[in-house]
């Protein structure tokens, strides 16, 4: 592929592609599992994939609302025309009440003295953080006493909390269920909606589902782990090839000559970096790699900020050639894949934090 996307111009150096279907199948795929209601979370642009994009797609499997971190991120789903609930997930500052109110964004609360001044406001949903063990944020769930008065109102719509664990069968997610839920029985009202779940534990057992569920890498294709169903893969990353060269044996390869050439080979030269979001790790960890032109190439020497460099060996690569660093390699472009688990290993991180650290010069492209 060296002129279009599927009929669309592509762009010159680097970019992303998003599978939207994906992201609908796998939002299905918890919501069968858990059977509930789903409230997505699409954070951090959707986790790096596109808030706006990933928020009109998901209107397709009719979720309650959408979680979000910060008012700005709220205010743009609202911008874009997104009228279901949205709930800021940072915890709730009087100092941005006005703003909530304005965009109509449901704050989480975790304080008797907010809970006071938002209420104050008039006719406010706001929903309780409960932290059972997090230690993040919200109240303590042995100090639920402490907003139990001020809580007593008809705009608590939910109470909810975060496990630490998900992932993990310690017993830690049942500890903190327990404690969620005795927090729950000493206040005098139970609200319309309790969740707790992400996506790790809405996809191990209905008895974490409650009202809502919050599934977030989940959706964009990261998976949990073992015994999990696994997501329909969401996003691709290409590159273009920007240069090729011709290196001796002996010769080295970008910055403090980490790599050296142990026979004499070529190197393409990929129009991508971590500026845009390719840790330094990936070339440095000695087993990223890229597919290009029907084979896998291994990542040599240290990704740069503006460019990454593979070695190609005697296969023929020409400039504008595209190569694949996570996702199926292009039609036409030999076979293989790239999973965000292996992309996520090489470069040391969470999958979640691979997918949020895609820069935004990285045009997305939307299927």
């Known amino acids: 592929m060296n002129g279009s996307i599927r009929g669309r111009q592509a762009p010159p150096r680097a970019w992303v592609e998003v599978d939207l279907a994906a992201v609908v199948e796998n939002a299905r ?15 951090a642009n959707a986790y790096g994939v596109g ?35 949205v709930v800021v997930f940072m915890p709730g500052q009087p100092g941005l009440f006005d703003e909530l109110d304005r965009f109509r964004l449901t704050p989480v609360l975790g304080d008797a003295r907010a809970i006071t001044e938002w209420t104050a406001r008039g006719e406010r949903a706001f929903h309780l953080e409960i932290d059972t063990g997090m230690g993040r944020s919200g109240v303590r769930w042995d100090e639920i006493d402490a ?20 992932d993990r069968r310690d017993g830690s997610v049942e500890e903190q269920l327990a404690r969620f839920d005795r927090a729950v029985g000493r206040l005098k009202r139970r609200p319309a909606l309790l969740h707790v779940a992400n996506s790790a534990a809405a996809l191990t057992d209905r008895r974490f589902a409650f009202d809502l569920v919050r599934p977030g890498v989940f959706l964009y294709g990261g998976s949990p782990g073992e015994g999990f169903p696994e997501p329909r893969a969401v996003v691709s990353i290409r590159a273009r090839v920007l240069a090729v060269r011709r290196v001796a044996a002996g010769e080295s390869v970008s910055y403090n000559a980490l790599w050296r050439a142990d026979r004499a080979t070529t190197v393409a030269t990929l129009g991508i970096g971590y500026a845009d979001g390719l840790r330094r790790a990936v070339g440095l960890s000695g087993r990223g790699a890229a597919l290009l032109g029907g084979q896998r190439c291994p990542i040599v020497g240290a990704v740069t900020m503006d460019l990454t460099m593979v070695e190609t060996g005697d296969h023929p690569v020409q400039v504008g050639d595209v190569a694949t660093l996570l996702g199926e390699a292009e039609r036409g ?18 999958q979640r934090a691979v997918l949020t650290s895609l820069g935004p010069r990285l045009p997305r492209i939307y299927d």
Not at 29 to 43: C, E, N, S
Not at 71 to 81: Q, Y
Not at 147 to 166: I, K, M, N
């Open 333 to 350: 472009g030999g076979g293989g894949r790239i999973t965000l688990d292996e992309l996520a290993a090489w470069s040391g991180e969470l």
């Open 29 to 43: 795929t918890v919501a069968r599992v858990a059977g509930t209601r789903l409230l997505p979370v699409v954070k």
């Open 51 to 85: 808030a706006v994009a990933v928020s009109k797609a998901l209107e397709r499997v009719d979720p309650w609302g959408y979680g979000v971190a910060t008012v700005d991120e709220g205010a743009e789903l609202r911008a874009a025309g997104i009228t279901r609930p």
């Open 147 to 166: 907003v139990r008065d001020a809580a007593d109102t008809p705009y608590l719509e939910g109470c909810y909390t975060q496990f630490h664990s998900a």
